[in-house]
Nanobody
Framework: QVQLVESGGGLVQAGGSLRLSCATSARTFTGYNMGWFRQAPGKEREFVAVHYRGSDNTLYADSVKDRFTISRDNAKNTVYLQMNSLKPEDTAVYYC?????????????????WGQGTQVTVSS
């Protein structure tokens, strides 16, 4: 069982920045594809970004491309989400997710482990 713990959420004004962190208990962290998802009130949980294992390959949702950056520190078993130029529509609970599946991608069903989430609120 892999435990994921997110941190770094909070309240920020539009145009501001936040960096989310996700610390994992995975003994073989380097073997996991790591993703970020978010869920706004009354909406489905949606894909934000994924960082593929063993490479610098990443994939982003169109809505966050060029504003958000996903990265990982394998020495710390941690994945990050740097969020810049935040907009009120970025307000959501942000979840970290992990999977061994090579087909990680955008689909929630492809991810096996989830954190509890961290709230991000962007005021206008």
């Amino acid at each position: 069982q892999v435990q994921l713990v997110e941190s770094g959420g909070g309240l920020v004004q539009a145009g501001g920045s936040l960096r989310l962190s996700c610390a994992t208990s995975a003994r073989t962290f380097t073997g996991y594809n790591m993703g970020w998802f978010r869920q706004a009130p009354g909406k489905e949980r949606e894909f934000v970004a994924v960082h593929y294992r063993g490479s610098d390959n990443t994939l982003y949702a169109d809505s966050v491309k060029d504003r958000f950056t996903i990265s990982r520190d394998n020495a710390k078993n941690t994945v990050y989400l740097q969020m810049n130029s935040l907009k009120p529509e970025d307000t959501a609970v942000y979840y970290c997710a992990a999977t061994w599946r090579s087909s990680a991608g955008r689909l929630r069903a492809n991810y096996d482990y989830w954190g509890q989430g961290t709230q991000v609120t962007v005021s206008s």
